[in-house]
């Protein structure tokens, strides 16, 4: 779909950065870099809470998002996208570790110093159905952030919002409608309007199409599309359909029980994977094609996945892999370059027959 202009007091300050500015390697393109980042949610038993454990829902992620870009965040359910996306908006605060925005150090940050951030980060959430107050009319919903902010007078609140409700697709007559009376698609609209209404630098997308049928989610993902070319966003998509983050990505991130396992490029990722669990994963994903289903072997992982509550000790896939050794068991592999712009920790990775284990 081809995005409406709208008028020039909308548009953002900043403009696109240009193509060869988010290259790996580039100086100054690093928008968030995140380095050892942990959430560790404390388990107490009885009259005294006293601490028995910890879901280690993240345990140690490092990785950075270029400016402009797209990093998908994919793993099975349960493995700490969610969490990882919280923390990166700051909705919770981390355990440890630390989130760097434009140089900016936020892991921290008071709620009164975070108050200024949050024009620059932004969130679309899962559930359109459950992220938009039903009480409120959908321009109460989209007009909070200026509200909030303080960035426009109460007369052209109105305004602004008719011009993002027709940025998003819907008609500007929506303003004083519920979303009851919006389908989930319209609703996802909504959602991703309210997280543009600040011009944000950089938007967290935790599964924005997974509740919507196939024909919507195409819908909801070119719109996503048009509004990065158009103004020069960055996104971290998190998803666990592989398809729609394959389409959509510019680079990729496979979690497994709270730490990454594999960061690629998109082709290199879904070309040569190189962590079984990646393998796996990409092996499930539907052929469309009849022809090609019986070309292709279905990897199936034996057992459930561990509680992080008490995670296997060394590399945490070695319980489910087929290739799994004593090192697996013993020495926690790091996450270490097998290519160019790819990385994955591993002892014995996928599509590297002369890789040896460390």
């Not at 909030?148 to 940025?167: F, H, N, S, Y």
Request: proline share 9%.
């Amino acid at each position: 779909m081809t995005v409406p202009k709208i008028p020039s007091a909308a548009v953002p300050a900043g403009t696109p950065v240009p193509a060869d500015a988010s290259a790996p390697g580039a100086d100054g393109d690093r928008l968030l870099e995140v380095t050892g980042l942990q959430m560790h949610f404390p388990v107490t038993q009885g009259l005294l809470r006293r601490q028995v454990g910890a879901v280690k829902a993240v345990d140690g992620l490092d990785f950075t998002v270029r400016r402009g870009e797209t990093l998908g965040l994919v793993g099975e359910s349960g493995c700490g996208k969610t969490t990882t996306g919280r923390l990166l908006t700051r909705l919770i605060e981390p355990s440890a570790g630390s989130i760097t925005f434009e140089g900016v150090d936020i892991t921290h940050l008071s709620q009164a110093k975070l108050r200024p951030l949050r024009r620059d980060i932004q969130m679309i959430f899962q559930d359109p159905y459950s992220s938009l107050n039903p009480r409120h009319t959908v321009g109460a919903i989209v007009g909070a952030p200026f509200r909030l902010q303080g960035t426009k007078p109460a007369e052209e609140i109105k305004p602004a919002v008719q011009d993002l409700l027709r940025l998003v697709g819907l008609s500007p007559e929506h303003y004083n409608r519920y979303p009851h009376e919006f389908s989930g698609g319209q609703r996802q609209r909504i959602g991703v309007a309210r997280a543009l209404a600040l011009r944000p630098k950089l938007i967290v997308a935790d599964e924005p199409v997974s509740a919507l049928d196939v024909s919507i989610q195409a819908q909801v993902v070119n719109l996503l599309e048009d509004l990065q070319e158009e103004f020069g966003l960055t996104y971290v998509i998190i998803a666990h359909d592989l398809s729609v983050v394959r389409h959509i990505s510019d680079r990729v991130a496979v979690m497994y029980l709270g730490k990454i396992v594999e960061i690629a490029d998109r082709n290199s990722l879904y070309e040569t994977p190189q962590h079984p669990y990646t393998s796996a994963l990409l092996s499930a994903v539907p052929l469309p094609d009849p022809d090609r289903r019986h070309q292709r072997d279905r990897i199936r992982l034996q057992g459930d996945v561990p509680s992080p509550l008490n995670p296997p000790p060394a590399c945490r896939f070695h319980t489910r892999c087929w290739k799994a050794k004593e090192i697996c068991r013993t020495v926690e592999p790091p996450l270490r370059p097998l290519g160019p712009d790819h990385l994955a920790a591993c002892h014995f990775p996928e599509n590297a027959p002369d890789a040896q284990a460390e």
